[in-house]
């Protein structure tokens, strides 16, 4: 047995032959120390983490207030500016469900009689909230490739980390408007979550891109069209998102055609 005081090793007895601790008695303080600190780790990562919690509100909350200071934003709130895009395209995906889902359910209540026996109560949370989450990221990268690349041709100084910095931080209103959309479809509304569901995924992807270009373009060294290369922010955004789409139209038909080689 090894004394937890002075390490001695030991073949046996209460009492540590070279210093005396009872093991018991250094057990139980070997194992209230551990105990404290434990108690002390707990302590701080809860204190960090209201920190950063406190930190990112106070970040939310003034560009809620004042969304034109996103062009304002440095390198150093580049984890808020990628939280808020997380944020945004899980809350945006969680609308996306909750109205997809009071469809079904409205469907059901029409037409119980006939879809009661085969149909469940409610959509498969996962199985549908997973594929809104990922096209709705693909669209989101299309905006913010679109805008890298329209800034690289006008010669902005610009990089990836801060299209990410400014595009999170002007979609914070958005993240707000997608708990509001989630709020509408928890309660049933179709019509208010489909209105802040367009609102949110429209005006970020079309609107942003020409804003952040026109904004480069404006302290931009040599001069640039500022209207014509923002709506080509727009225009190459849209390219990019029919690509997308055309894409996954393609792929789930030549799937409904595998299915259909089978039967």
């Not at 009071?102 to 037409?111: G, K, L, M």
């Not at 569901?197 to 931009?220: D, H, N, T, V």
Request: aromatic fraction near 14%.
């Amino acid at each position: 047995m090894t004394c937890p005081s002075c390490q001695k090793d030991n073949q046996s007895g209460k009492f540590c032959g070279s210093c005396g601790t009872p093991f018991s008695e250094a057990a139980t303080e070997t194992a209230a120390s551990y105990t404290a600190g434990t108690s002390t780790q707990q302590t701080e990562v809860l204190d960090r983490a209201k920190g950063v919690s406190k930190q990112y509100g106070n970040y939310a909350l003034h560009l809620l207030k004042k969304p034109s200071e996103a062009f304002a934003q440095s390198d150093q709130q580049f984890v808020q500016g990628l939280s808020t895009l997380v944020i945004y395209l899980v809350t945006f995906a969680l609308s996306l469900f909750f109205l997809f889902n009071s469809f079904f359910q409205e469907a059901q209540s029409s037409y119980g009689a006939f879809m009661e026996d085969v149909a469940p109560e409610s959509l498969p949370f996962f199985k549908v909230t997973w594929p809104l989450f990922i096209n709705t990221t693909f669209i989101v990268l299309a905006a913010i490739i679109s805008t890298l690349a329209v800034a690289k041709i006008i010669s902005a100084s610009v990089s990836v980390k801060g299209i990410i910095i400014q595009f999170g931080s002007l979609l914070v209103p958005f993240v707000a408007l997608n708990v509001l959309g989630m709020l509408a479809g928890l309660a049933g509304s179709i019509k208010f979550t489909f209105i802040f569901g367009s609102i949110s995924l429209l005006f970020p992807i079309l609107l942003y891109p020409a804003l952040i270009i026109y904004e480069y373009a404006q302290k931009s060294s040599t001069p640039v069209n500022r209207i014509y290369w923002s709506l080509s922010a727009t225009l190459f955004t849209v390219f990019l998102i029919y690509i997308e789409i055309d894409m996954f139209i393609r792929d789930k038909m030549e799937e409904y055609e595998r299915m259909l080689d089978m039967l």
